[in-house]
Nanobody, 127 residues
Framework: QVQLVESGGGLVQAGDSLRLSCAASGRTISAYTMGWFRQAPGKEREFVATISWSGDPLYAEIVKGRFAISRDNVRYTMYLQMNSLKPEDTAVYYC?????????????????????WGLGTQVTVSS
């Protein structure tokens, strides 16, 4: 099990950028698939992006071209660079982890596939 802590959220205006971080404690993340999900009020948790142990990313269509996921295994940290933010990006953003050396595959869009979750960080985008 790995403990995850998100940071970097905040209140920004439409068109601005934010970089979220997900710091892992307890063990290295080098053998984990890491993902970002988000949940807006009254909505289900939805997939944003995931990155395999080897650095291969997968994005939700609604963020492709605007968001970039990356990882630093030495610092036990994953990032989500969010550019050209829109009001509809407003949500609590969660990071998630799944142990194992998996290639990036479509089922990684499913929240239930991940074993470990952080508590989330709020991102609010004003128009």
């Amino acid at each position: 099990q790995v403990q995850l802590v998100e940071s970097g959220g905040g209140l920004v205006q439409a068109g601005d950028s934010l970089r979220l971080s997900c710091a892992a404690s307890g063990r290295t993340i080098s053998a984990y698939t890491m993902g970002w999900f988000r949940q807006a009020p009254g909505k289900e948790r939805e997939f944003v992006a995931t990155i395999s142990w080897s650095g291969d990313p997968l994005y939700a269509e609604i963020v492709k071209g605007r968001f970039a996921i990356s990882r630093d295994n030495v610092r036990y940290t994953m990032y989500l660079q969010m550019n050209s933010l829109k009001p509809e990006d407003t949500a609590v953003y969660y990071c998630a982890a799944k142990s194992g050396f998996f290639p990036t595959l479509p089922f990684m869009r499913t929240p239930g596939w991940y074993d470990d979750w952080g508590l989330g960080t709020q991102v609010t985008v004003s128009s």
